[in-house]
């Protein structure tokens, strides 16, 4: 048949148009895949950063509006206590003004006395052991038993501080009708005349014979406020130890013995006049309700609350649902052996949580999480610190900073944020359905597509799979039908011409297999005759490198030469790392003329053998000729090397040394490796020959860099000879023998004859190097003083 009919594609699993489906299909589909992916990581990119940007401004604006809250309520606190801060220091300027001048209290006291007679005249009690003035006056004044003499009125100094302190009655009360509103206010004496004088008028003895047995046996301030009274005297004398740069001082909450109120007490010391003592105090009280109604009234969202703190965590104010909230346990502490005061410490909460929360961060937000009903609840804390005060807690007077801080759920803090995020995460998820949608319509449309057209496409590449089946059953008269002028096409007419071409070699094979086997033979036979001219070669060479071996190892010195040198025992070893080493030794002796040579030329092979010859030669020539300055004899002996390796054009050079021998004393001359003298005690010397020449070959005059240097050598001393290829040697890890290792084994063999020291030394280089491969041309000598 000369052409294939025209076939229907087939559709199977192996088919090409299944291929041309999964291929282009899958292009297709991956890169609307890609694109779509790549739009729904937009938009959920989008989501993200916008809800983010939403939170952040949210964020901040609530914290923001948190903070100026704290910031409102610290400043109302600090108000109020500044303002009877003030009103303290206005009885305190009054006092003091009476103190300061002797003459107007004297002539005050006098004038009270007169008008308000019942403000300075006290009755004893039997009972209390007390004297107090009557009801009736303006303030109370208390005079305990220890300040009264034995006909049970006060003592003459007593009754002047109580003539000078009626001037409270002038002020006290203004005081107590005007601003903050307060609980009393109060003048108390010196510590060695504690007199209480308190306005308004209460039975002020009576109440504390009953709250505190033994007070009026006791000192007034080591009994109510212990170490309050020191700290003062302390300022008195230096006041630069206040904590704080002001005289008021504040006490913790405690019991009102009075009223049974929790106070807060503001005192400000008085000074002797020559402010060098405590003259006494000026105080007012105010209750705790006071200061806790300011921030027991704080509302942030729908139930967050506010407490007031010290620092060591005690809460002085705080509402009932907000103590409920954190886990406060409430208890009594005495604070003193007078006063009782509030312990309601958030070390002691139930809410772990609260328990570590750490205060004094002025202004900063921190996230806890409390226990409700079994769940974790986020909450926001935010603390604000109030200006610090002088404070006072049964004890020296210490710096106290309390600080306001804001408790509110973070679900109603940020109510708003989460509705933004929650609006933007809806709409962004309705624009993922839509992309999703009209991700799923363009893959149908394009799979319908692709299945359409390739039928078309695959129509030519079926045709040729056809054809090839047939030519694979030996049909060798099949054509494809070319119908298009694409590739495809293209791909039919270079099936034509093949199937044309495989008819007429197949006719021809039998004269195609005859003339390739021909060819076979000629090229086998070409490579049988190069293969035999190749081990010609490797047999020539083999037996030449052979001839210079055995030339190299012939002028060495023989044992029995260096066996009739009478003084020395000289014994060395060779081991070239190639067939040809590049090393040298030689003993030349004339007479009773001896010079050993010990040398090293760059690299080994056939040309560093074939120049360490030329060296043993001239070096032979020179002694014979009777040229023995050892100077003049390196320097002859390097022009006549130059000028060999300029006729050779080689680039070798070598390190060379010789050493003359004259009885007890040595010259050595040229550069080489270290010469090693052991000496009696096994004492190693290390002689470096870096100064003493130049490598041979280098400059055609080398006189100027050559020197010498005389070595000692007497009876038993040894000299080691050796080249770079003993030191330079390397183990399996790759660490050099070194100088150090040669000269420990030199010594550690001193003493034996030089065969075993040389034997030794090796025995021990061969230990080092194991199993590695020899790099470089081994030579040692080892000369032996008799």
Known sequence: MSAVEEQRPRFGLRSFRAKFVLVVGGAVLFDLLVTGGLALWNVQRLSRDAAAEVGQGLEKANQDYMRSYAESTVARVNLLIGQVHTDVGTLAGVLQGQIDNPGRETEVGGAMARAAPGAISVTYDAKGGWAQNLPGAPSVVSVWGYLLGADHRPLPQVQADIENSAVLDLVAPSLLASGRSKLQMYYIGPRERPIFRTAPYTEQAQTFDRLYPGHNQAEFWTFFFPGIYESWQQWAENPGLRPVPNDTTQTAPYTDA??????????????????????????????????AEVVENVKVGGSGFGFLAMSDGNVLAINPEGEQVIGLRRSSDTGGQGVTGLERSLRRSMQPAIAALQLGGDGAIQRVLLDEAGEKVPYLILSKQLEPENFWVSGPVRRESMSISIVVPEREIYASLFAAQAGISEATNRILIYQILALLASLLFVTLAVFGISKRVTRGISALAGAATRIEAKDYSVRVPITTRDEVGEAGVAFNRMAEEISYHTENLENLVTERTKQLEDANHQISTLNTQLRSENLRLGAELAVAKQIQMMVLPKAGELAEIADLEIAAYMRPADEVGGDYYDVLRDGERLKIGIGDVTGHGLESGVLMLMVQSVARALQEAGDMDPQEFLNRLNRAIYKNIVRTNTDKHLSLAFLDY????????????????????????????????????????????????????????????????????????????????????????????AEDVKAGIIEDLMAHIGKQKIYDDITLVVMRHR
């Open 662 to 753: 004259e009885g007890d004393r040595l010259t050595l001359s040229g550069q080489h490796e270290e010469l090693i003298v052991v000496r009696k005690g096994a004492e190693v010397e290390r002689i470096d020959t870096l100064d003493l020449g130049l490598p041979i070959g280098l400059e055609s005059d080398i006189s100027r860099f050559v020197a010498t240097r005389e070595i000692s050598f007497g009876r038993g001393d040894m000299i080691v000879l050796h080249t770079d290829g003993v030191t330079e040697a390397v183990n399996a890890k790759g660490e050099l023998f070194g100088i150090e290792r040669l000269c420990e084994s030199a010594g550690k063999f001193y003493g034996q004859s």
């Open 258 to 291: 009075i009223t049974g109120k929790l106070i807060v007490s503001f005192f400000q010391p008085l000074w002797s006049k020559d402010r060098k003592s405590v003259a006494g105090a000026a105080g007012a009280d105010i209750t705790l309700d006071q200061l």
